[in-house]
């Protein structure tokens, strides 16, 4: 492909080479393969039910691990406009009728007043109107409130990040998803010195109005909770962006210029790989419940913390064995049973191995990026889902994956997928640091086949856009991988404005 020097000029701008421009359209034209499956993780096999004491036994040394210094970090993945999560109530204000034809605008306005936001918006509508919410609704006016919520005269909640919406009620006042990722860090990610660090990832144009909200509610919430928060942020990097494509596989172009998009939530492992604690919990901005809510999000958040450390210890301990030259034939036995029963890996071939190379693939397995992920049980929500996955060299691991990554044409993999008993709730402990203290290079441990092919159309025309490997499936691809078994009341994300109804977002 003959690069014109606008496309140089543009490469350069992105921090993205021309040998890695060519090597995504070779992908978007190749496409990707299929994951080769085993089978679903399920209770016992893949996936560990903890009982009530192994339960107080991670707690314990989580509250330990805190005690002793150890630097704690909450991720939140906060990119993006909550313009999905209005996407009725954009076809209401967008469409011919004057009236709610459909249960979900019907519920949507005959619960208005319940919504945290509702002060706010009242008075946007008196701003607008000259008359209350409630008074327009009465006069049949359901548009116009509609308008004052999701347009830019109004709140402008299409276009605002839901980091800044307005999901909880407290007394006198209400509190956004990015206050309440605040608040939950306070409860169980402060540090020995009572530092709470959280790293927000956000687009460029909304970073002054999120900073701008931290600075805000930061010295109230610390007063609240008796803790001081060290608050940081970063945008998707520009390097991270796909070029999309024609039909024909030729790149898609706008104006003369390259298109890019930007590569999904997979770039996110550069913005991981920038962050230094020892341990860092991933979870998503929507995914908060209120103070009154939130005790088995705290219980459930130390047991994954606690877990991760705990097993992270233990093969610290034989990663150094083997560095000294130490292990006994007992040590090795140990140090292959915990490979195949705490991280879930097999290896055929493990028993005809020398000892020599039962010690380089044991400590190989063993010094890798760790993530303990919390995983509910099939009750209807979306997400991936945890399964055990054949890998390039011929082991067998636990992965999450999404369905797009499996060939649902066959026979075997639909049984396997409807076998499947939990789901990914995004909810991860992460450790990023080899048995020595030094971080690892996470894009090192990405594997490059696991990303997918979507199709969009723009401006009219279909083209074809490159999804990188996702951050919790083929970006982690290579970590050691423990799946814990959370309940279901951990997870209560808001997809659309009216699961702010949900009892759980409710304050009583």
Same mark, same amino acid.
């Given at each position: 492909m003959k690069l014109e020097n606008v496309d140089l000029e543009l490469l350069q701008k992105k921090g993205i080479t021309s040998e890695q421009l060519e090597e995504q359209l070779e992908m978007i034209a190749?496409?990707?393969?299929?994951?080769?499956?085993?089978?679903?993780?399920?209770?016992?096999?893949?996936?560990?039910?903890?009982?009530?004491?192994?339960q107080e036994g991670a707690i314990k040394i989580w509250d330990d691990f805190l005690a002793c210094g150890g630097s704690v970090l909450k991720m939140v993945p906060a990119s993006g406009a909550a313009s999905r999560m209005f996407k009725d109530i954009f076809a209401f204000v967008n469409g011919d009728s004057d009236k709610p034809k459909t249960d979900f605008l019907s519920t949507y306005f005959t619960?208005?007043?319940?919504?945290?936001?509702?002060?706010?918006?009242?008075?946007?509508?008196? @701003?607008?109107?000259?008359?209350?919410?409630?008074?327009?609704?009465?006069?049949?006016?359901?548009? @116009?409130?509609a308008k004052a919520m999701v347009e830019a005269s109004g709140m402008n909640y299409g276009q605002l990040p839901k980091a800044l919406l307005r999901f909880h009620k407290v007394i006198g006042t209400s509190r956004t998803a990015l206050e309440e990722h605040l608040a939950e860090g306070a409860q169980y990610a402060a540090g020995k010195n009572a530092v709470v660090r959280v790293h927000f990832t956000v687009s460029e144009n909304h970073l002054p109005l999120v900073k701008l909200k931290v600075e805000e509610a930061a010295?109230?919430?610390?007063?609240k909770y008796g803790v001081k928060y060290e608050v940081t942020y970063s945008v998707q990097k520009p390097s991270t962006d796909t070029v999309a494509a024609n039909k024909d596989n030729t790149p898609y172009r706008e104006n003369g210029n390259l298109f890019f998009r930007p590569g999904g939530h997979g770039a996110l492992?550069?913005?991981?790989?920038?962050?230094?604690?020892?341990v860092i919990f991933i979870k998503n901005i929507d995914n908060v419940v209120p103070d009154m809510h939130r005790q088995p999000t705290i219980f459930y958040k130390k047991i994954l913390g606690g877990t991760l450390v705990g097993v992270k210890q233990r093969a610290d301990s034989y990663c150094r064995l083997i560095a000294e030259g130490k292990p006994t034939d007992e040590d090795i036995e140990g140090m292959l049973e915990f490979l195949h029963k705490v991280l879930c890996i097999s290896h055929d071939n493990a028993d005809n191995m020398s000892r020599e190379e039962k010690l380089q693939y044991i400590y190989a397995k063993l010094n890798r990026?760790?993530?303990?992920?919390?995983?509910?049980?099939?009750?209807?929500?979306?997400?991936?889902?945890?399964?055990?996955?054949?890998?390039?060299?011929?082991?067998?691991?636990?992965?999450?994956l999404e369905s797009s990554q499996i060939n649902t044409k066959d026979k075997d993999a639909r049984e396997m997928m409807q076998k499947a008993t939990h789901f990914n709730p995004v909810d991860l402990a992460v450790c990023t640091k080899d048995w020595k203290g030094h971080k690892f290079n996470l894009p090192d441990f990405v594997d490059k086949s696991t990303g997918f092919i979507s199709e969009k159309s723009r401006e009219g025309v279909e083209i074809k856009a490159l999804e990188l490997p996702g951050l919790w499936n083929g970006a982690m691809s290579d970590w050691n991988t423990i799946f814990v078994e959370v309940p279901a009341e951990t997870f209560n994300p808001v997809k659309t404005v009216n699961d702010l109804l949900r009892p759980v977002h409710q304050v009583d």
């Open positions: 190749k496409g990707f393969p299929w994951l080769n499956i085993e089978c679903a993780a399920t209770p016992g096999h893949g996936i560990s039910v903890l009982s009530p004491a192994m619960n208005l007043e319940k919504f945290a936001f509702f002060p706010e918006l009242n008075r946007v509508c008196i @701003d607008l109107y000259g008359l209350g919410a409630l008074t327009l609704i009465e006069e049949k006016r359901f548009k @116009d409130v010295r109230h919430l610390a007063n492992i550069e913005n991981l790989n920038d962050l230094d604690a020892d990026p760790y993530r303990v992920c919390g995983m509910v049980r099939n009750e209807g929500e979306p997400g991936g889902g945890p399964y055990l996955v054949f890998n390039q060299d011929g082991t067998v691991s636990p992965q999450i």
